[in-house]
């Protein structure tokens, strides 16, 4: 059966007179509609074609005779099995109805059971609540008195720590369970603006007994630790560090324990510094430093130096004992304790190096100790500040020593040097005692300039040096050439100054002086270039000619009327010149050979031939002047002025 067949068209209408067509009987009408049907849009249809595809399996003639049999007898088997079924579940939910029953029968008799015993519990269950309530009350009454005791009061251990007996090492839990004594005692305060007063008192009273005994413990145990402290060099705990910032609330405790530490360390700090003197560092080295006692600038160098080494090592380990401490005067008590500490060293160090000092081991080496003290005295005060009197005072004290006696033995060489003055030597040089004295000189400066002193105490330093040396050498000078004639006089007095003066151009602070000696100088080279001027003159015939034309006055009348100043005279000196013009260093003072600078040489042969100049060219214009009345003045000086300065230049 197709399902997509078109429906037959319609039948024609019967012609009139004629019998109905074959379509139109009941049976036709029926296979027409089952032909027009469509199955497709019929599920009842297809789906009980499709359960009788399940047994309907042959299509023969008898299986369609006996389909509507087969269909009536299948409904009848599912019926059966229908009220089968059925049956189990009335029967299930009938077994179900009767334990429904059962259960409400056993309700009702529990419920009525249960209002039974309430009735008969009811006062039970009123105490029960009341103390339901009063247990609540207490639990939270326990808890604000557990908040309390926390709050207010020490654990047992906390306070086994804290009255622990003398041999008990304080540990870092002693300084937390201090701390919580002193928050304790802070925070009862807060009982006592309440209405709990008694127990804030009775609390804090407890507390402060309690800080007092655990302070009392904590000062004990860091006293002993303080007295084990007697090595040359100490290691400090940081559970000391931590004592000395809980002692900080108890000044006196804390100031004794300081004092403590301070003896401690004095002792081993003398102790160390009498070992490095004799018996040196561990195996022989360093050496001990009494074996360099030959050697005086080393023997006291090595002491200062073992005590700044010293202090520097001491504040270090007083910083780091009092690192965590807060309240104000730190530095001065780290300053005051190694003042004390070191005061034990200041004895044993003053007998030495006065020792040294009076041994007088030499100017030089004093100076260089005074400038060693000085240097000390300035690093060691930079660290420990004057808190260390003692110490300073007694760097102090051997410093204006050993400087006094310094100069005390500049002055001896000054009366030394006045008391028998030499004689100049024939080359007119520095005499013996000179260079003895300008060496010596040049060696304090030398040391003077190497030294590290600050720059102001080497400056007042070096002014009292040179006026102690300087002014007796001039002095002695001065006396020495008094004897002799006034150009060897000027030409030793030349050297002698040219030498100072060399020597302290190599050094620092000399501007004053080498100015000084500079204008002295010049005040010798003027006498010098006089003579020299002089000296041609009188050799060149020039000095008589030139005397009389100094004396010359116009109303004594012409100047060629004058004895020896006629032109016969005049042409034989000017013969005599020409002699010194052809050789100019002929005519030399022999005192200019004896000086040690050629540049001074120099210097007066070039101003001493300007003034030769000069004085010929006065003789020069005298001659030509028409009032003096000389005939043919050419013919006497045949060579001017520039002539004549350009044959000496």
């Given at each position: 059966m197709a399902d997509t067949a078109a429906p037959p068209p319609p039948p024609a209408a019967p012609a009139p007179g004629l019998p109905a067509a074959p379509g139109t009987n009941p049976l036709s009408r029926k296979l027409n509609k089952i032909l027009e049907t469509r199955l497709d849009n019929d599920k009842e249809m297809l789906e009980a074609l499709k359960a009788l595809s399940t047994f309907f399996v042959e299509n023969s003639l008898r299986t369609r005779r006996n389909l509507r049999g087969d269909i009536e007898r299948r409904s009848l088997a599912i019926n059966e099995e229908f009220v089968h079924i059925f049956k189990q579940v009335k029967e299930e939910l009938e077994s179900i109805n009767e334990d429904v029953q059962a259960m409400s029968s056993c309700c009702e008799d529990m419920s009525s059971r249960l209002k039974a015993a309430k009735e008969q519990t009811q006062d039970l269950i009123v105490k029960t609540t009341k103390l339901q309530a009063e247990n609540q009350r207490l639990e939270m009454k326990a808890q604000v008195a557990d908040a309390f005791i926390a709050k207010f009061q020490l654990t047992p251990d906390e306070m086994n720590l804290l009255r622990g007996t003398k041999d008990e090492p304080i540990t870092e839990d002693f300084f937390k369970a201090l701390g919580r004594v002193k928050q304790i005692h802070d925070d009862v305060k807060i009982l006592l603006r309440t209405n709990q007063q008694r127990a804030g008192l009775e609390i804090m009273e407890q507390m402060a007994l309690l800080q007092e005994t655990s302070y009392e413990r904590l000062y004990r145990w860091t006293q002993n630790e303080c007295r084990t402290l007697t090595q040359e060099s100490c290691d400090i705990s940081p559970v000391l560090a931590q004592a000395m910032e809980a002692l900080?609330?108890?000044?006196?405790?804390?100031?004794?324990?300081?004092?403590?530490?301070?003896?401690?360390?004095?002792?081993?700090?003398?102790?160390?510094?009498?070992?490095?003197?004799?018996?040196?560092?561990?195996?022989?080295?360093?050496?001990?430093?009494?074996?360099?006692?030959?050697?005086?600038?080393?023997?006291?160098?090595?002491?200062?130096?073992?005590?700044?080494?010293?202090?520097?090592?001491?504040?270090?380990?007083?910083?780091?004992?009092?690192?965590?401490?807060?309240?104000?005067?730190?530095?001065?008590?780290?300053?005051?304790?190694?003042?004390?500490?070191?005061?034990?060293?200041?004895?044993?160090?003053?007998?030495?190096?006065?020792?040294?000092?009076?041994?007088?081991?030499?100017?030089?080496?004093?100076?260089?100790?005074?400038?060693?003290?000085?240097?000390?005295?300035?690093?060691?005060?930079?660290?420990?500040?004057?808190?260390?009197?003692?110490?300073?005072?007694?760097?102090?004290?051997?410093?204006?020593?050993?400087?006094?006696?310094?100069?005390?033995?500049?002055?001896?060489?000054?009366?030394?040097?006045?008391?028998?003055?030499?004689?100049?030597?024939?080359?007119?040089?520095?005499?013996?005692?000179?260079?003895?004295?300008?060496?010596?000189?040049?060696?304090?400066?030398?040391?003077?300039?190497?030294?590290?002193?600050?720059?102001?105490?080497?400056?007042?330093?070096?002014?009292?040096?040179?006026?102690?040396?300087?002014?007796?050498?001039?002095?002695?000078?001065?006396?020495?050439?008094?004897?002799?004639?006034?150009?060897?006089?000027?030409?030793?007095?030349?050297?002698?100054?040219?030498?100072?003066?060399?020597?302290?151009?190599?050094?620092?602070?000399?501007?004053?002086?080498?100015?000084?000696?500079?204008?002295?100088?010049?005040?010798?080279?003027?006498?010098?270039?006089?003579?020299?001027?002089?000296?041609?003159?009188?050799?060149?015939?020039?000095?008589?000619?030139?005397?009389?034309?100094?004396?010359?006055?116009?109303?004594?009348?012409?100047?060629?009327?004058?004895?020896?100043?006629?032109?016969v005279s005049l042409k034989v000196a000017m013969a005599q010149f020409d002699r010194y013009l052809s050789a100019p260093d002929s005519l030399l003072m022999s005192q200019l050979n004896f000086l040690l600078s050629a540049t001074v040489k120099e210097q007066i042969i070039k101003q001493s031939t300007e003034l030769v100049c000069r004085a010929y060219s006065e003789l020069y214009a005298a001659v030509m002047d028409p009032s003096n009345e000389y005939k043919d003045p050419e013919t006497i000086l045949h060579r001017s002025p520039h002539q004549v300065q350009a044959l000496l230049s």
């Open positions: 900080q609330d108890r000044p006196v405790l804390y100031k004794y324990t300081l004092d403590e530490f301070g003896t401690a360390r004095r002792s081993a700090v003398v102790r160390g510094f009498i070992d490095a003197l004799t018996r040196g560092g561990l195996g022989g080295t360093p050496r001990p430093i009494e074996m360099h006692s030959h050697d005086p600038l080393r023997y006291v160098g090595d002491m200062l130096a073992w005590l700044h080494q010293a202090t520097a090592s001491e504040k270090e380990h007083l910083e780091a004992m009092l690192k965590l401490v807060t309240i104000q005067g730190v530095e001065e008590n780290i300053q005051e304790v190694v003042g004390h500490i070191t005061e034990g060293v200041c004895r044993p160090l003053k007998v030495r190096i006065e020792q040294v000092i009076v041994a007088e081991p030499g100017a030089v080496l004093l100076y260089k100790i005074s400038n060693l003290l000085k240097f000390y005295h300035h690093t060691i005060s930079g660290i420990v500040g004057n808190s260390a009197a003692t110490l300073l005072t007694t760097i102090e004290e051997m410093h204006l020593l050993s400087k006094k006696i310094f100069f005390n033995s500049l002055s001896l060489h000054a009366s030394k040097l006045m008391d028998k003055v030499e004689l100049p030597p024939p080359d007119l040089g520095p005499s013996s005692a000179l260079n003895q004295t300008l060496n010596l000189l040049r060696e304090v400066l030398a040391s003077h300039d190497s030294s590290v002193i600050p720059l102001d105490a080497r400056q007042a330093d070096f002014v009292q040096v040179l006026s102690c040396v300087l002014d007796p050498l001039l002095q002695m000078c001065t006396m020495s050439a008094s004897n002799l004639g006034t150009a060897d006089m000027a030409a030793y007095m030349v050297n002698s100054l040219y030498m100072m003066r060399t020597t302290l151009a190599l050094f620092e602070f000399t501007d004053k002086r080498l100015e000084m000696l500079q204008f002295q100088i010049e005040a010798h080279l003027d006498t010098l270039i006089n003579e020299q001027a002089s000296y041609v003159l009188t050799r060149a015939g020039l000095s008589y000619i030139y005397n009389a034309l100094q004396q010359h006055k116009p109303e004594q009348g012409p100047l060629s009327n004058l004895s020896s100043m006629d032109s």
